[in-house]
């Protein structure tokens, strides 16, 4: 995943093992879990004007 | 004779950034470092010059500017001919653009973000290019500062007025003296080199980019996979907020980049600080310092966050603490204070108080006068949706996006798009929990700086005032997604961030006053045309427009009168009117003023108290009265009389 092919943009070697280290630590299904919740609390909060601009504004660059 | 400017103007551009780039250490910085380290040394030799050019004398003109910044970056880029370096600089950005072409191939999210930038930068061009200046303090005191220094070939203060708020109304041109203003320098160098102010809503754009190479600069130091630092700037670039400011005449943009260029440059990635690296980051501060008032509370925390991530790197390391700490703290204050002290001292100097026009108070003792509280501007702002809330509240509200209009450059609810709320926020605590963790307590401080300016932000739910946070999230979630989660994480997460980034992205596109149909009435009209008070009718008055149209053909001196917001459409495009404001003290004095000024037209509020002496006085002849909002404009005879 990582490019090292350039020496410009390889990362320090201490940090290189830490991601590599990351990778077990970091709960990636409890971040997925907290992502929805908060997603739905988003898709939940009204904002009808916004909405109104954007159906607009797509309806005159579809005409 | 205006294609020659524009070609000066691009070229300058060019060989002081170039000149830079140029001399840098290739050894010692990576090419993004260079790229962000030669942005900010090019920003501080403009302001240097116009410093030079603009303080001690009235010398500040497009052809001093362009003759001392061609000059002094012509002998820089000989300096890197000299070393043979100059062809190695322009391989090294070839090289960079393959590299970041070949990153954002990686997958489908850098592919998506990739397109969406280039759709955003685009769009943000073409609107910048032909709207006129359409922001409420951009046309109350951003510009108008453009306008008096350009007039008057310095950066002195003009006389205006001394009350921002009067019984006439906001007399917004009281703030062009009152706040900082290292950007509206950025803003004059775009607009005094090309002779008008077609690219001035392009400058925070420049800033915006360079944000996104810091943001990209900072993941990198912090361990992120390339592909994802590369994401993470350009999550950066489309926060909805961030694409509003890209294309407007504010300050925030420019202050949250350059913040973000100090975040970077402070944290190397291991213990050892590079000095030029923290000079150039005192550097990006001092800017920061001396464009806002915030500035005064950010750089302290930048300063802690320095001497902490020293202490803890020597204690873990068993090295002196104290005389490395003192040293990289004078190398960071030092150009901070050079940079951004000047507005503050001239202040104090001229009116008594660094904060003029704030009264200063302290544990209840007054330490400063000043003609305003701050709890009155703040009354006045402050939005109704978040009345009786605490910080934390009003920041869950406002970061949930409880949005009352669109996306737009100061939208007081809102604005760092779904994608801080829904992936930033929890990104930045899984983030930060991983470093507690690993004791990782040098990186542990930079979020905890972040986090520092935004609690001491007075008005941190505004999120104009915050957008480096916008940047922290787009790390945070670039350090967790290339640590590679389980594929079928991974792959819902990728799937969440391009429908919420698309979303966001046309979301920020779709302003009111930027529908397509408005714009093809715009373009339906000539350049010159194109006003301010055409696009925003609501706010500004069509007695802007009628001055105009008066002085399309031939620019004119114009005074104003009191109460009056907005100012700066009194320059024309091209700022080839002179505009005073004069104190109206006694008729014949006033009069006097208007005379020797050779003012032709005068605009005023109804009501207001110049309208008692344009009553009395048959030199004035009303020749345009807009009902709607009380203005009145008049021509003046003083001139023709006398001659």
Not at chain 2, 35 to 45: C, P
Not at chain 2, 427 to 448: K, S
Not at chain 2, 475 to 503: H, K, Q, T, W
């Amino acid at each position: 995943m990582r490019s090292t092919h350039f020496a410009e943009y390889r990362p320090k070697a201490d940090n290189i093992q830490l991601l590599e280290e990351r990778v077990e630590k970091v709960s990636s299904r409890g971040f997925l879990a907290a992502a929805i919740v908060l997603c739905m609390i988003y898709a939940a909060t009204p904002r009808p004007i916004l909405y109104e601009d954007i159906v607009k504004w797509l309806s005159q660059v579809i005409r | 004779m205006e294609f020659g400017r524009w070609i000066v103007f691009l070229v300058l551009n060019i060989v002081i950034f170039v000149g830079w780039f140029g001399v840098l250490n290739r050894q010692a910085h990576t090419v993004s470092t260079r790229l962000i380290i030669a942005f900010t040394l090019s920003t501080a030799q403009i302001l240097s010059s116009m410093f030079f050019l603009g303080l001690p004398w009235a010398r500040l003109t497009a052809v001093n500017l362009a003759l001392l910044n061609g000059g002094f970056s012509g002998a820089l880029l000989a300096m890197s001919a000299l070393r043979q370096q100059l062809l190695i600089t322009f391989a090294d950005l070839g090289r960079a653009a393959r590299d970041l072409i070949a990153a954002t191939r990686g997958g489908p999210v850098p592919k998506i973000l990739t397109i969406l930038t280039a759709v955003v930068i685009a769009w943000t061009v073409f609107i910048a290019l032909i709207y006129p200046p359409v922001e409420w303090d951009s046309l109350m005191y951003h510009l108008p500062a453009v306008g008096h220094y350009m007039q008057q070939e310095s950066i002195t203060d003009p006389p205006l007025p001394m009350e921002a708020y009067s019984e006439h109304g906001i007399d917004g041109s009281v703030w062009v003296n009152a706040f900082p203003k290292n950007i509206e320098l950025l803003f004059l160098w775009a607009t005094i080199i090309p002779g008008n102010d077609t690219v001035v809503d392009l400058v925070e754009m420049i800033f915006a980019l360079i944000g996104m190479v810091a943001v990209y600069v900072l993941a990198i130091r912090l361990g992120v996979a390339r592909e994802w630092a590369v994401s993470a700037g350009m999550l950066f670039f489309l926060t909805p907020i961030v694409m509003a400011q890209s294309r407007s005449g504010l300050i925030d943009l420019s202050n949250s980049a350059l913040v973000l260029v100090s975040l970077a440059l402070l944290f190397s990635g291991t213990s050892q600080r590079r000095p030029s690296e923290v000079v150039v980051a005192g550097i990006a501060m001092g800017i920061v310092v001396g464009s806002k008032w915030s500035g005064l509370l950010f750089l302290p925390v930048l300063l802690a966050m320095l001497i902490g991530q020293r202490f803890y790197w020597n204690y873990r390391d068993r090295m002196p603490k104290l005389r490395q700490a003192v040293n990289e703290s004078v190398l960071f204050i030092g150009p901070a204070l050079i940079f951004g002290s000047y507005w503050y001292v001239k202040n104090w100097y001229l009116y008594g108080n660094p904060l003029w026009p704030f009264r200063i108070s302290l544990l209840g003792r007054q330490i400063f006068s000043g003609v305003l509280a701050e709890s009155v501007v703040r009354g006045r702002i402050f939005p109704s949706q978040l009345q009786g809330m605490n910080v934390l509240q009003m920041l869950w509200t406002s970061w949930r996006e409880l949005i009352i209009y669109g996306y737009d450059h100061d939208m007081k609810l809102g604005g760092l798009g779904p994608f801080w709320f829904i992936l930033g926020l929890p990104a930045i605590f899984y983030t930060l929990l991983w470093m507690i963790r690993r004791r990782e307590w040098a990186q542990v401080l930079i979020f905890l700086a972040a986090a520092a300016m935004l609690v001491l932000h007075p008005d941190n739910w505004w999120t104009r005032y915050t957008m480096f946070i916008a940047g922290l999230g787009a790390i945070a979630y670039a350090f967790i997604r290339s640590a590679g989660p389980r594929p079928e994480v991974a792959r819902l997460l990728d799937i969440m961030l391009i429908v919420m980034v698309i979303y966001s992205t046309i979301a920020g596109l779709t302003a009111g006053y930027y529908q397509p149909a408005k714009i093809r009435a715009l373009l339906a009209k000539p350049a010159n045309l194109r006003t301010s008070a055409g696009v925003r009718p609501e706010i500004i008055s069509r007695a802007f427009d009628y001055i105009a149209g008066e002085t399309a053909g031939e620019p004119a001196n114009i005074a104003y009168g009191s109460g009056l917001d907005f100012t700066y459409p009194l320059w024309g495009s091209a700022l080839r009117n002179r505009v005073y404001y004069l104190r109206p003290n006694r008729l014949s004095s006033w009069v006097e003023k208007l005379r020797e000024k050779r003012v032709r037209y005068l605009l005023i509020k109804k009501d207001g108290p110049e309208q008692v002496f344009v009553d009395k006085s048959p030199l004035f002849r009303r020749v345009y009265f807009d009902r709607r909002r009380g203005y009145e404009v008049y021509t003046f005879r003083g001139i023709q009389t006398e001659g």
